[in-house]
C-alpha cells in the first residue's frame, strides 16, 4: 500500500523560511517523479512543484519559482519542499502527490497534507 | 496557462438521483481531463482520468464523458457517500496542470 507522509508545517512570519518533507513508503520511490501539490483558501488546489527520478531536473508553478526548491533522497525514500521569501498568500495545506503508474499526469495518491500557516 | 473552469459552484441533488457536473477548459486539452472527489479532511480522490477511464476500485455509477474542452463528470444515482467536492484537472500543459475550482454536491 502506498503512503506518503508529510510534515513540517508550521505557523511562520511573512518572510520566513520552511522546510517540509515527505516520508515515501510502499513503492518503489526512485522510479517516480513525484509532485508537491498545494490547497489555499485564494486559488484552491494548485500545483506546486515536480522533480523526476533523479532529482535532476525540476520545474516549479510561476507563483513560487524563484522562492521554492524541490528536492528528494531516493536513499531515504523522502521528498522535500524548500520555501523561502514566504507571503501569506502561500498559506495552505501542502500535499506530497504520487502520479499514476498509467498516465503521469494524473495524481493517484496523496499524502494526508501538512499545513503552512504565513502570518505576523 | 489552460484555465480550468466548474459549473455550478454548488448543486443539490436527493439520494438515488443522478448528478451532472461541468467542466471547461480555456483551450483543447484533447482527453487529458481527470476528476477528483475530496471530503473534508480528506486528500482528493482519483475518480476518472483519459476523461472517462475509472481510476481503480471507482464504482461504475461513476461515468466522465467529453473532448477539447467540455467535459462532464455524472453520477448516476447518488449514495450517501457520494456528497462531496469535486475537482477537474486539466495534465496536457505539463508540467503546469492547473485544477477547476471545484463543484460542492449537496443533499437536496
Known amino acids: 500500500e502506498v503512503q506518503l507522509v508529510e510534515s513540517g508545517g508550521i505557523v511562520v512570519q511573512p518572510g520566513g523560511s520552511l522546510r517540509l518533507s515527505c516520508a515515501a513508503s510502499g513503492f518503489t520511490f526512485g522510479d517516480y517523479i513525484m509532485h508537491w501539490i498545494r490547497q489555499t483558501p485564494g486559488k484552491g488546489l494548485e500545483w506546486v512543484s515536480l522533480i523526476n527520478w533523479d532529482g535532476e531536473t525540476t520545474y516549479h508553478a510561476d507563483s513560487v519559482q524563484g522562492r521554492f526548491t524541490i528536492s528528494r533522497d531516493n536513499s531515504k525514500n523522502s521528498l522535500y519542499l524548500q520555501m523561502n521569501s514566504l507571503r501569506p498568500e502561500d498559506t495552505g495545506l501542502y500535499y506530497c502527490?504520487?502520479?499514476?503508474?498509467?498516465?503521469?499526469?494524473?495524481?493517484?495518491?496523496w499524502g494526508q497534507g501538512t499545513l503552512v500557516t504565513v502570518s505576523s | 496557462e489552460i484555465v480550468v473552469t466548474q459549473s455550478p459552484a454548488t448543486l443539490s441533488v436527493s439520494p438515488g438521483e443522478r448528478a451532472t457536473l461541468s467542466c471547461r477548459a480555456s483551450q483543447s486539452v484533447n482527453s487529458n481531463l481527470a476528476w477528483y472527489q475530496q471530503k473534508p479532511g480528506q486528500a482528493p480522490r482519483l475518480l476518472i482520468y483519459g476523461a472517462s477511464t475509472r481510476a481503480t476500485g471507482i464504482p461504475d455509477r461513476f461515468s466522465g464523458s467529453g473532448f477539447g474542452t467540455e467535459f462532464t463528470l455524472t453520477i448516476s444515482s447518488l449514495q450517501s457517500e457520494d456528497f462531496a467536492v469535486y475537482y477537474c484537472q486539466q495534465y496536457k500543459n505539463w508540467p503546469m496542470y492547473t485544477f477547476g475550482q471545484g463543484t460542492k454536491l449537496e443533499i437536496k
Open positions: 502527490a504520487k502520479p499514476s503508474s498509467m498516465v503521469g499526469g494524473v495524481f493517484a495518491d
